[in-house]
Each structure stands twice: as structure tokens, then as C-alpha cells.
């Protein structure tokens, strides 16, 4: 079995976690795997960067002057802070457009406090408190920009919808006609692709000069540097994107997804990184990230101290008492095999 990650209960492991690794470099050569690097994954919101391209490269950022942190915003599965809000919000007010106009529905935010003051002024949850909500607000703004209708723009043929078609299509360099398109849990097409595509996807993130449109390279760079100049807008206090971009200082550019997936890519060496947890548990995803980092020698020299807390993190009980860890039990296997048709 490809078990990545063991929970222990005392010295007793408990639980296991499947999961598929793939790590792939900017050539598109899948270098190291473990598990099935070719598992067809859904990302969900480990390809907001890609969805955020169009943004940039229609013209909407530039008319509606987005700033780096409302780019990186645009990126993000935020915690529903008051600075998360305020920029979505943002985002619509420049683009001529009311909160009403997001479809991307609402939730009760990770961060505690806000919800706990929208319940104090009896407020209601609005669609702006969605993690997803400055994402929607880009498309929105996109949608605008280009004159089209902006009541559609999350169903799968708008043109908004169908410009991040052609991104991911060029960028992860898996033909568009072999995706399959679900619908992700804020209401816009989420693509299933092979997990190694995602890996290569974030290798040109990391290096954009390996894409051929100089004018897409000029765009990934841009919302990469926002993203990492950024990262308390990707994510929040306490979230992994966040902390992980910070302690890495730029270097690393790095995005969560749903269901367990996690993908980055290092801006020096150009690797991309691709992980799936097997059956969706969010708790075994960032100590098997950070365990990928340290068997590529990325970050040992001080970052991945810095994460100490995601790596084989500590199970306490109610009481608050220490009871058992997570604890990553993968090693990576060498390969050689080109993703390019």
C-alpha cells in the first residue's frame, strides 16, 4: 500500500493514509513519485492561480487596478478576515458590481472572530465570508471588463469559464479535450486532470520563462510575485499557504485544494509539486508536503524549521493533553518520464 502518513494512538498506529506524490520539472520530466503520479485528481482550489491568469491577461487588473494583494487575493481560500472582505469587496466596487452578484454562495468563515461579531450585530452571512469569495470577484471583474454577462459567468461556457479552459489546458499541457469538468463546491467547473499535470502546472509557475506566450509569462510572473509578496491574502492567520510562503521568503509559491490536494512550486529549482491524500483527510496533507520539501533538500536550511508545527504534529485530547502524533512514513522513488505528448 502506498501509505504516506501513519496516526499513532500512544505507540500504536491507529489510522493510515494513502496518498500519490508527484514531483516534475519545468521540462515536463516527472522526476520523483510515490503512490500514482498519474492519478486523475480534481486540484479544486490548488488551481485558483491558474484561474486567476485571465484576470491579468484580458486587461480587467489593469482597468480596475488590482493590486498585488487583491491579486493574491484572487488566489486565495481565505479565512473570511475583515482585510480578506474589504478587498472582495474591493474588487466588485471598481468593477462596478454589488456583493449580490457573486455565486459562489457563503459558509461560516475559518476566522472565528468575524462570525462571532456578524452574531453579535445579527448580521447575516453574505456571500463576501465564502473562502472563495475573491476568486468569484475576479471573474467578475473579468467578466465585466470584456462586456459579457456577468449573471453566467461561473457555468462552464461562458468565455470567462472558457479562458481558464485554455490556461490550464497550456500550463499543465494536458489537452483540454481529455478534461473532465465537474463543479466545484463554490459553483465553478473544477478540472480533472492527471495529478503529474498539477506538478508540471506549478513548475511553470515557479519558472514562466519555460511558457511560450511571452505576454502569459508576464502574467504568471505577476501573480506569483503577488502571491508571495502577499501570502496572508491566499490563506489567513494560522493557514498553512500563508505560513509556508512567509517562511520560505518568496521562494515557494504554494496553494491548498480541497479533498486533500496540495501543490507548489520552487521559484529556484523549478520543481512543481503535486500531492494527493487518498481518501480526502485534510490532517495528514501538510506533514507529508513539508516531508516532500525535506527529501528535496528545499528549505532544510531554516523554512522547514520555521513549519515545525505541520510536521508529524502532535494529537492531543480534550484535555489538551498529548496522546499520540502523525507521523510521515514515504520515500520518494527517482523516475524518469517525460509528460510532453
Not at 68 to 75: E, G, K, N, T, V
Not at 136 to 150: L, N
Not at 224 to 230: I, L, P, Y
Request: charged share 20%.
Amino acid at each position: 500500500m502506498n501509505v504516506v502518513a501513519n496516526v499513532y494512538r500512544g505507540e500504536k498506529v491507529e489510522s493510515s493514509h494513502l496518498g500519490h506524490i508527484a514531483v516534475v520539472h519545468p521540462d515536463g520530466t516527472l522526476l520523483y513519485s510515490y503512490g500514482d503520479p498519474f492519478r486523475l485528481t480534481y486540484a479544486r482550489s490548488s488551481m485558483k492561480p491558474l484561474q486567476a491568469i485571465p484576470i491579468v491577461e484580458t486587461g480587467a487588473a489593469d482597468r480596475f487596478g488590482l493590486e498585488p494583494a487583491d491579486l493574491s487575493l484572487c488566489c486565495a481560500s481565505h479565512s473570511g478576515e475583515q482585510r480578506h472582505r474589504s478587498r472582495a469587496m474591493g474588487i466588485l466596487s471598481r468593477a462596478g458590481q454589488p456583493e449580490a452578484v457573486l455565486q459562489c454562495g457563503t459558509h461560516v468563515p475559518r476566522d472565528e472572530e468575524s462570525y462571532k461579531q456578524l452574531i453579535r450585530e445579527g448580521k447575516p452571512l453574505t456571500p463576501v465570508f465564502s473562502n472563495c469569495s475573491g476568486k468569484h470577484s475576479g471573474m467578475i471583474a473579468t467578466a465585466t471588463h470584456m462586456g459579457e454577462d456577468v449573471s453566467t459567468y461561473h457555468l462552464p461556457d461562458h468565455p470567462v469559464q472558457q479562458r481558464i479552459l485554455d490556461v490550464v489546458e497550456d500550463i499543465t499541457g494536458y489537452p483540454k479535450e481529455k478534461i473532465y469538468m465537474g463543479t466545484d463546491g463554490c459553483g465553478v467547473p473544477v478540472h480533472e486532470l492527471p495529478l503529474a499535470n498539477y506538478a508540471w502546472a506549478f513548475a511553470k509557475l515557479a519558472k514562466p520563462e519555460v511558457v511560450k506566450s511571452p505576454e502569459r509569462q508576464k502574467a504568471i510572473q505577476r501573480i506569483t510575485d503577488a502571491m508571495t509578496a502577499h501570502p496572508e491574502m491566499v490563506g489567513g492567520n494560522n493557514r498553512y499557504c500563508t505560513d509556508l510562503m512567509t517562511a520560505f521568503k518568496g521562494r515557494i509559491v504554494g496553494k491548498a485544494g480541497a479533498e486533500s490536494v496540495y501543490c507548489l512550486g520552487d521559484r529556484k529549482t523549478g520543481l512543481g509539486v503535486a500531492v494527493k491524500i487518498e481518501d480526502g483527510g485534510a490532517r495528514a496533507i501538510n506533514p507529508v508536503v513539508n516531508e516532500v520539501l525535506r527529501q528535496l533538500g528545499i528549505g532544510t536550511d531554516g523554512p522547514l524549521e520555521e513549519l515545525g508545527a505541520y510536521t508529524n504534529p502532535l494529537i492531543k485530547n480534550m484535555s489538551g493533553s498529548t496522546v499520540g502524533r502523525i507521523e510521515t512514513v514515504f520515500t520518494l522513488e527517482a523516475v524518469k518520464q517525460s509528460l510532453r505528448a
